[in-house]
T-cell receptor
Framework: DVKVTQSSRYLVKRTGEKVFLECVQDMDHENMFWYRQDPGLGLRLIYFSYDVKMKEKGDIPEGYSVSREKKERFSLILESASTNQTSMYLC???????????FGEGSWLTVV | KNEVEQSPQNLTAQEGEFITINCSYSVGISALHWLQQHPGGGIVSLFMLSSGKKKHGRLIATINIQEKHSSLHITASHPRDSAVYICAVKDQTSYDKVIFGPGTSLSVIP
């Protein structure tokens, strides 16, 4: 089975802290995505990557950066966490066009 | 205007009822997904469609590419079907970027 693993399920961080959210997939997928999900707003794309070291901004990239040094790993970075970044973060990956999306289990981040 | 829209937003059904959730989109797509999200947050992919119809158990998904519309049907609904159902499309003009619909919250009452 394809597996998309998000290393941290629940985090509580203080305002101003640097936060790393890691996502690893084990099926050699090219495309990886980071979303956040908030009540009433659905899933919103933060960043995506279609290859190693490549990244594209999604709809809400402000306050976030990403890193894809290896194909299997896509990291989301909050340089200076703020309370409005309290959310559920979801990682997803796809091999390429015409293939199924696979999701991680989500990371719940609370910034206090 | 959102690129992917769903209706209804919320749906309550009696056990056994036939349920239809609709999705319409405005971008050119390479594929459309129906996803299921349970209260714990985990999301699974139910179907991926690029044309026609697919069936899995009590679930049926159809897509009309010309009309840019898809439907998810649940026959003989059951309380365990209670979840949020999300339509997602892969935008063929943008590295297959995935665009999500807002979701339909389904509650099936015994």
């Amino acid at each position: 089975d394809v597996k998309v693993t998000q290393s941290s399920r629940y985090l509580v961080k203080r305002t101003g802290e640097k936060v790393f959210l890691e996502c690893v997939q084990d099926m050699d997928h090219e495309n990886m995505f980071w979303y956040r999900q908030d009540p009433g707003l659905g899933l919103r794309l933060i960043y995506f990557s279609y290859d190693v070291k490549m990244k594209e901004k999604g709809d809400i990239p402000e306050g976030y950066s990403v890193s894809r040094e290896k194909k299997e790993r896509f990291s989301l970075i909050l340089e200076s966490a703020s309370t409005n970044q309290t959310s559920m973060y979801l990682c997803a990956s796809i091999r390429g066009p015409g293939n199924t999306i696979y999701f991680g289990e989500g990371s719940w981040l609370t910034v206090v | 205007k959102n690129e992917v829209e769903q209706s209804p937003q919320n749906l309550t059904a009696q056990e056994g009822e036939f349920i239809t959730i609709n999705c319409s989109y405005s971008v050119g797509i390479s594929a459309l997904h129906w996803l299921q999200q349970h209260p714990g947050g985990g999301i699974v992919s139910l179907f991926m469609l690029s044309s026609g119809k697919k069936k899995h158990g009590r679930l049926i998904a159809t897509i009309n590419i010309q009309e840019k519309h898809s439907s998810l049907h649940i026959t003989a609904s059951h309380p365990r079907d209670s979840a949020v159902y999300i339509c997602a499309v892969k935008d063929q003009t943008s590295y297959d970027k995935v665009i999500f619909g807002p979701g339909t919250s389904l509650s099936v009452i015994p």
